[in-house]
C-alpha cells in the first residue's frame, strides 16, 4: 500500500493543524494505520494508532488530549487532528499500516512524511 502524508507546515504554539494520509494500492480497511513522529535528534516516537474498523484508538501520554486519531475507510484516508500544539510537537509525521500497536515493527508500508514546525 502507499500512502501519502500531508497537512505539515509552520503553526504557533496554541494553533492547530489536521494532517491527512491517503492510501492506496491495498484495500485500506485491511491495515490498522498508526501515526509516527521523528524530531530532529531524536528516535522515531509513537503518537496515536486506529484499528481497521475505527473502534479502537490509542494515543501517547503526550498527545492524550489534545491529538485525536481518526479514519475515513471510504475515503482510504486517516487523519491526525493536532490542538493546542507545543513547540515540543515539531517533528516530521509519518503514517503508517499493519498491525494495531505502538511498535514502529508492526508497521510495514510508511508514508514520507510530513513536517510540523511549531514556532513559540
Known amino acids: 500500500v502507499q500512502l501519502q502524508a500531508s497537512g505539515g507546515g509552520l503553526v504557533q504554539a496554541g494553533d492547530s493543524l489536521r494532517l491527512s494520509c491517503a492510501a492506496s494500492g491495498r484495500t485500506f480497511n485491511n491495515y490498522a494505520m498508526a501515526w509516527f513522529r521523528q524530531a530532529p535528534g531524536k528516535e522515531r516516537e509513537f503518537v496515536a494508532t486506529i484499528s481497521q474498523s475505527g473502534s479502537s484508538v490509542y494515543h501517547s501520554d503526550s498527545v492524550k488530549g489534545r491529538f485525536i486519531i481518526s479514519r475515513d475507510n471510504a475515503k482510504s484516508t486517516v487523519y491526525l487532528r493536532m490542538n493546542f500544539l507545543k513547540v515540543e510537537d515539531t517533528a516530521v509525521y509519518y503514517c503508517?499500516?499493519?498491525?494495531?500497536?505502538?511498535?514502529?515493527?508492526?508497521?510495514?508500508?510508511w508514508g514520507q512524511g510530513t513536517l510540523v514546525t511549531v514556532s513559540s
Open positions: 503508517a499500516a499493519g498491525r494495531l500497536g505502538p511498535n514502529p515493527e508492526y508497521y510495514d508500508y
